[in-house]
């Protein structure tokens, strides 16, 4: 079980700098995470000892005045310190620079340059969507285990390959990768490891080439889709 306290969620607002909250709730780091840590430990008392229960929270906000690698590398301490069984990072994915929604809708939180590096997409800058949450990721497990803080890490954002999975792994980056579009975009790839078959014609991965078919310039045709928008 992952307790949700990461991107657009309540707890990660907690968590955030940006809560200023006056009541034992928010300001300093310790305040910020009263909450996240009280809940924690409700649902402990609720599953017990012997179930798993991680959590998972940002690395980075990647917003303005927010939270940074800093206060995350604290968290880390405290979660791991409170018995979290593993801590699954993410990064950005905030309501603070989501882009502005149309009149009548609701704002989406992954639509600004913080949920681009929640969820990088193939539109990307110089260094490319791929393994953008590494470094802090590695960089946090690296000074938890400097303190003997053995929890296992959960890396996500960009992983894509089996390559990249084992080398994050082999390389101390994390203790586990997870991924999100590559398993959406092909269910069975868990399964059948770096030597499966491919498709029919296909050369590289699917996902890969999704990717690359969607880097392509963007077709008119595609412009429009019913009422939205192509993507
Ligand atoms: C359709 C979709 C739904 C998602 N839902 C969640 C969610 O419920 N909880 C969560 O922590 N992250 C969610 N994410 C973010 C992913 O966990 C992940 O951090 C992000 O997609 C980057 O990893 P990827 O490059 O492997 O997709 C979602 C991503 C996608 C594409």
Request: aromatic share 10%; proline share 6%.
């Amino acid at each position: 079980m992952e307790l949700h306290y990461a991107d657009a969620y309540t707890m990660a607002s907690f968590l955030s700098p940006l809560n200023t909250r006056t009541d034992g709730y928010g300001g300093s780091a310790e305040d910020r995470l009263r909450l996240p840590l009280e809940v924690y430990q409700r649902v402990r008392a609720e599953v017990g000892s012997d179930f798993a229960l991680g959590c998972r929270f940002l690395t980075e906000e990647c917003i303005d005045g927010g939270g940074s690698l800093v206060d995350s590398t604290g968290f880390s301490r405290a979660f791991a310190g409170a018995g979290v069984d593993f801590l699954s990072l993410s990064r950005g994915g905030k309501f603070e620079d989501a882009a502005q929604p149309k009149v009548g809708e609701a704002a989406y939180p992954y639509t600004g340059p913080s949920g681009y590096e929640c969820m990088p997409s193939y539109y990307s800058d110089a260094r490319g969507p791929f393994g953008r949450n590494v470094a802090p990721a590695r960089s946090i497990r690296q000074i938890l285990r400097a303190q003997g803080l053995e929890t296992p890490i959960v890396v996500s954002g960009g992983v894509h390959n089996f390559e990249q999975s084992e080398s994050l792994l082999a390389s101390g980056a994390a203790d586990i990768v997870g991924l999100a579009r590559q398993a959406l975009a092909d269910p069975d790839w868990f399964c059948q490891g770096p030597s499966r078959p491919r498709r029919a014609g296909q050369s590289v991965p699917l996902y890969e080439l999704l990717r690359g078919a969607r880097s392509a310039p963007p077709r008119s045709d595609l412009r429009t889709l019913g009422s939205g928008t192509a993507r």
